[in-house]
């Protein structure tokens, strides 16, 4: 296999190999990078126990994704002298491959881009699309009738318009260095030559019996006795080596135009309730390139995403509020504290409000944002926390002087299974994206070796008559999500932090913490992704991490009026942060994750 060292790709997959067939949670460096100079950064803990982590050294450039081997590839391009985009393309087709539950080409992406030179922030929507014949919802058939959610949560009906292939093609035409076709050689070598089964990936099977009743899942991934092959066995995908083949070869358009797209269309007619989608609705899919959203807080600039996500809104009106709940700053003692956690409970709980009732497509719907985020709507918004006791009921707040409609609340759940890359480059660059087939394996169809996703489950239902919902389904529409790729800027206008989260609707919370973590209290990204969640995703339940510190805030929270329950959160986080001499970073220790340096 050609490497940027000698052996580098062929050892890795030895030791990965190795560690993991004898549970090994921890791997020399060396054994994941040949002859560069990266540090492991943690040992997995997909399989169970407490999370740990350890960051890279201070390096150049350094890489975080949710998979050793595409952290590996993402470092090779970049010593083959590509940049930050690059190493995001490289890494985002291997984890196609090695984690096809979570992302891949059949699924939608959000990308944030700071690129120095141009001293220019670029935000990237490659999410999925409803297609352009629909219903009112999911749930609604052609001829009006009321589906059973199950029975249309997975397969062809739920399967959106794919973004992941335009958005990495519109990057690369745009801030790529490197050809195109050489960014695909690392996940071409590792579909034809193998990757071992990974813990996570494993666990997800292990416990989602669903999977085995599709042949094509089975038929790869589960063995004779209908368990899922053991961690560690060498998986192999020939046919989506050839797909990234002609996909290097061709370019996305040619690509999907000489029959990608078509397949693909008629890959979800399969099931009891055959798709919508229509090889047209694919080659008219574009992406759409939005002005990032900002907002300072205390000393930084910190920039995410816009509309349909809005996890970016929740994040930045989070940050403010819990700003102004605490003028006199945040320490480490305080993050003991129920005090501290409580107002930022009800933080989340007002941010969750607003969203539900104004973000959606904002090509299709009007979406408020900058007045949810102005400063004076933000303080009437926090000045609502009441110390003493949690809010009894929390609704949207007006960030208009008049109502835009009457619209009813979106309570549509978003899906957990998501993953994310960060890169920073030696010139400064730093690219994140968080990308997604929504649901674990999304609609459980595959063609030409990549799983299609579910995305059209993340729609609210149909809304009460005589009212809008802002997410409601409609043609060429893009349901909101909570994604929320970032990039804080410090007062001289450095990127200081990048980074974002896998983990459905509790994405909000998990970047937003790891955030308060690194920029009040100094921590770096391996304290902080080894630290327990609070999460509000559901409020008005509270959801503390099982088997983590944050758990003993059940009782003083609860004292409060907060309705807690104790539960795993399996984030699947990654930052890096600027330090003196280079950058630092963490990958998630509940995932298979790994960030390196070089």
Same mark, same amino acid.
């Given at each position: 296999?050609?490497? $940027?060292?000698?052996?580098?790709?062929?050892?890795?997959?030895?030791?990965?190999?190795?560690?993991?067939?004898?549970?090994?949670?921890?791997?020399?460096?060396?054994?994941?990078?040949?002859?560069?100079?990266?540090?492991?950064?943690?040992?997995?803990?997909?399989?169970?126990?407490?999370?740990?982590?350890?960051?890279?050294?201070?390096?150049? $450039?350094?890489?975080?994704?949710?998979?050793?081997?595409?952290?590996?590839?993402?470092?090779?391009?970049?010593?083959?002298?590509?940049?930050?985009?690059?190493?995001?393309?490289?890494?985002?087709?291997?984890?196609?491959?090695?984690?096809?539950?979570?992302?891949?080409?059949?699924?939608?992406?959000?990308?944030?881009?700071?690129?120095?030179?141009?001293?220019?922030?670029?935000?990237?929507?490659?999410?999925?699309?409803?297609?352009?014949?629909?219903?009112?919802?999911?749930?609604?058939?052609?001829?009006?009738?009321?589906?059973? !959610?199950?029975?249309?949560?997975?397969?062809?009906?739920?399967?959106?318009?794919?973004?992941?292939?335009?958005?990495?093609?519109?990057?690369?035409?745009?801030?790529?260095?490197?050809?195109?076709?050489?960014?695909?050689?690392?996940?071409?070598?590792?579909?034809?030559?193998?990757?071992?089964?990974?813990?996570?990936?494993?666990?997800?099977?292990?416990?989602?019996?669903? !999977?085995?009743?599709?042949?094509?899942?089975?038929?790869?991934?589960?063995?004779?006795?209908?368990?899922?092959?053991?961690?560690?066995?060498?998986?192999?995908?020939?046919?989506?080596?050839?797909?990234?083949?002609?996909?290097?070869?061709?370019?996305? !358009?040619?690509?999907?135009?000489?029959?990608?797209?078509?397949?693909?269309?008629?890959?979800?007619?399969?099931?009891?309730?055959?798709?919508?989608?229509?090889?047209?609705?694919?080659?008219?899919?574009?992406?759409?390139?939005?002005?990032?959203?900002?907002?300072?807080?205390?000393?930084?600039?910190?920039?995410?995403?816009?509309?349909?996500?809005?996890?970016?809104?929740?994040?930045?009106?989070?940050?403010?509020?819990?700003?102004?709940?605490?003028?006199?700053?945040?320490?480490?003692?305080?993050?003991?504290?129920?005090?501290?956690?409580?107002?930022?409970?009800?933080?989340?709980?007002?941010?969750?409000?607003?969203?539900?009732?104004?973000?959606?497509? @904002?090509?299709?719907?009007?979406?408020?944002?900058?007045?949810?985020?102005? @400063?004076?709507?933000?303080?009437?918004?926090?000045?609502?926390?009441?110390?003493?006791?949690?809010?009894?009921?929390?609704?949207?707040?007006?960030?208009?002087?008049?109502?835009?409609?009457?619209?009813?609340?979106?309570? $549509?759940?978003?899906?957990?299974?998501?993953?994310?890359?960060?890169?920073?480059?030696?010139?400064?660059?730093?690219?994140?994206?968080?990308?997604?087939?929504?649901?674990?394996?999304?609609?459980?169809?595959?063609?030409?070796?990549?799983?299609?996703?579910?995305?059209?489950?993340?729609?609210?239902?149909?809304?009460?008559?005589?009212?809008?919902?802002?997410?409601?389904?409609?043609?060429?529409?893009?349901?909101?999500?909570?994604?929320?790729?970032?990039?804080?800027?410090?007062?001289?206008?450095?990127?200081?932090?990048?980074?974002?989260?896998?983990?459905?609707?509790?994405?909000?919370?998990?970047?937003?913490?790891s955030l308060i973590e690194m920029l009040w209290l100094g921590r770096s990204p391996a304290q902080v992704l080894a630290a327990?969640?609070?999460?509000?995703?559901?409020?008005?339940?509270?959801?503390?991490?099982?088997?983590?510190?944050?758990?003993?805030?059940?009782?003083?929270?609860?004292?409060?009026?907060?309705?807690?329950?104790?539960?795993?959160?399996?984030?699947?986080?990654?930052?890096?942060?600027?330090?003196?001499?280079?950058?630092?970073?963490?990958?998630?220790?509940?995932?298979?994750?790994?960030?390196?340096?070089?």
């Amino acid at each position: 296999m050609r490497s $940027s060292s000698p052996s580098g790709m062929s050892f890795a997959l030895a030791c990965l190999r190795h560690g993991w067939r004898r549970g090994l949670l921890a791997l020399p460096a060396a054994a994941l990078i040949g002859c560069s100079s990266p540090t492991v950064v943690r040992p997995t803990a997909a399989t169970g126990g407490a999370p740990s982590a350890i960051d890279v050294k201070p390096q150049p $450039s350094a890489v975080s994704t949710a998979h050793p081997l595409a952290t590996h590839a993402a470092l090779r391009v970049l010593a083959e002298g590509g940049n930050a985009i690059d190493a995001t393309i490289a890494a985002q087709l291997v984890l196609g491959l090695v984690e096809p539950q979570s992302s891949g080409l059949g699924g939608g992406s959000m990308l944030l881009v700071w690129n120095p030179a141009r001293q220019q922030l670029r935000s990237y929507d490659g999410l999925a699309a409803a297609p352009a014949h629909t219903t009112a919802s999911l749930r609604t058939d052609v001829d009006g009738r009321l589906l059973n !959610a199950d029975a249309v949560s997975r397969g062809g009906r739920s399967v959106g318009v794919p973004g992941t292939p335009a958005l990495l093609a519109l990057a690369h035409q745009e801030q790529g260095r490197l050809p195109w076709a050489q960014l695909f050689q690392p996940a071409i070598e590792l579909a034809r030559g193998g990757h071992p089964m990974a813990p996570y990936v494993h666990a997800i099977l292990a416990r989602d019996p669903g !999977a085995r009743l599709h042949p094509e899942f089975r038929d790869d991934w589960f063995g004779p006795d209908g368990r899922p092959w053991p961690v560690g066995k060498l998986m192999r995908n020939p046919t989506y080596a050839d797909t990234l083949q002609q996909l290097a070869t061709q370019g996305t !358009a040619n690509w999907l135009r000489h029959g990608a797209a078509q397949r693909l269309a008629d890959a979800a007619q399969r099931g009891e309730h055959p798709g919508l989608i229509r090889s047209d609705d694919v080659l008219r899919y574009r992406v759409v390139e939005r002005d990032p959203l900002c907002a300072t807080v205390r000393v930084w600039k910190v920039c995410s995403v816009a509309p349909p996500s809005f996890g970016g809104i929740a994040i930045l009106q989070m940050l403010q509020m819990v700003d102004l709940q605490n003028p006199g700053g945040i320490d480490a003692a305080a993050l003991d504290g129920t005090a501290f956690w409580h107002r930022y409970v009800e933080a989340g709980r007002l941010a969750q409000a607003d969203r539900r009732q104004w973000v959606g497509d @904002p090509d299709q719907v009007a979406v408020p944002t900058q007045a949810m985020l102005a @400063p004076a709507y933000v303080h009437r918004r926090a000045a609502l926390i009441d110390p003493s006791h949690a809010l009894r009921a929390v609704r949207a707040g007006q960030p208009l002087s008049a109502s835009l409609s009457s619209r009813s609340d979106d309570h $549509s759940t978003v899906a957990a299974e998501t993953s994310q890359i960060v890169v920073a480059d030696a010139q400064g660059m730093v690219a994140t994206t968080t990308t997604t087939i929504n649901l674990n394996f999304g609609s459980r169809l595959r063609v030409d070796g990549y799983v299609l996703n579910n995305v059209l489950t993340n729609f609210g239902a149909a809304p009460t008559p005589g009212q809008v919902m802002a997410n409601q389904m409609a043609p060429g529409k893009r349901p909101v999500t909570s994604m929320a790729p970032v990039i804080v800027f410090d007062a001289q206008g450095h990127a200081l932090v990048a980074g974002g989260s896998a983990g459905g609707g509790q994405i909000v919370d998990y970047v937003a913490r790891s955030l308060i973590e690194m920029l009040w209290l100094g921590r770096s990204p391996a304290q902080v992704l080894a630290a327990g969640h609070v999460s509000t995703a559901f409020a008005p339940r509270v959801q503390l991490e099982a088997g983590t510190a944050r758990a003993a805030l059940a009782d003083g929270l609860r004292a409060l009026g907060h309705d807690v329950v104790v539960q795993p959160l399996p984030s699947g986080a990654g930052f890096l942060q600027r330090v003196p001499g280079g950058w630092i970073g963490a990958a998630d220790p509940r995932r298979d994750g790994v960030a390196l340096g070089q």
